[in-house]
């Protein structure tokens, strides 16, 4: 969605926040400029309603900004309590967080903070499907491929090694982000497969690649 867009939708569910719905409330707190030709597309594309004095949501509109806000006071909550990030360089990572995120690391951020409901300024974090159902697991945790069990099915992430020399032996097996392997075997000697393919490294060049798998995640 237009960025432009975005920014209207978060500065309207802040407003209604505060009770005042109104053009001008919403045109002080919004960091995007807008005019008239603006609100018409976005009325067109169903995602507001509007008169001289208020501006509203349709379902669609406030649908949209409660993911944003989410987005937002979740990346608020781990760059203040977890990263320890604060002042004008918080408010910038929270701008493209807000607006680049995915759904699944959304998600992951949620249970990692253990389903924060307001953030560090006091206010609401809107919940989402995990919160419901009282996910306690992150589904995508990246891990070395060294953590995992034998016939575990793995999604490489990315690779991190030690050295040039290292880079080049893992670049020759064939591997790279994206690629899915199978663990076969974890001691002696560590033995992935894939694409009909069978490799054996030393768990040191091992522990450099990293990935995640699905697992079964408790619910409360």
């Given at each position: 969605m237009r960025r432009d867009y975005e920014e209207i939708l978060e500065a309207i569910w802040t407003s209604e926040e505060y009770n005042d719905s109104s053009l001008k409330n919403i045109e002080k707190i919004c960091h995007t400029n807008f005019d008239e030709n603006l609100l018409k597309e976005m009325q067109k594309d169903d995602l507001i309603a509007y008169d001289e004095?208020?501006?509203?949501?349709?379902?669609?509109?406030?649908?949209?900004?409660?993911?944003?806000?989410?987005?937002?006071?979740?990346?608020?909550?781990?760059?203040?309590?977890v990263l320890?990030?604060?002042?004008?360089?918080?408010?910038?990572?929270?701008?493209?967080?807000?607006?680049?995120?995915?759904?699944?690391?959304?998600?992951?951020?949620?249970?990692?903070?253990?389903?924060?409901?307001?953030?560090?300024?006091?206010?609401?974090?809107?919940?989402?499907a995990c919160c419901l159902t009282r996910k306690n697991c992150i589904e995508k945790k990246v891990d070395p491929i060294t953590n995992?069990?034998?016939?575990?099915?793995?999604k490489i992430s990315y690779i991190r090694p030690q050295n040039h020399q290292r880079l080049h032996k893992l670049i020759s097996f064939g591997l790279k982000p994206g690629t899915i392997i199978e663990i076969h075997q974890t001691r002696p000697t560590f033995i992935i497969k894939y694409d009909?393919?069978?490799?054996?490294m030393?768990?040191?060049?091992?522990?450099?690649?990293?990935?995640?798998?699905?697992?079964?995640?408790?619910?409360?």
């Open positions: 004095n208020n501006i509203y949501f349709t379902g669609k509109g406030k649908e949209i900004a409660q993911s944003l806000i989410r987005r937002k006071r979740l990346g608020e909550e781990l760059l203040e309590h320890q990030i604060r002042g004008e360089k918080a408010k910038k990572i929270v701008c493209e967080f807000e607006h680049s995120v995915i759904p699944e690391v959304e998600e992951s951020i949620c249970i990692l903070l253990g389903h924060p409901v307001e953030c560090p300024h006091g206010r609401p974090i809107p919940p989402g995992f069990n034998v016939n575990d099915k793995i009909r393919t069978e490799i054996a030393d768990r040191e060049i091992a522990e450099n690649i990293y990935g995640w798998n699905s697992s079964q995640c408790v619910e409360n």
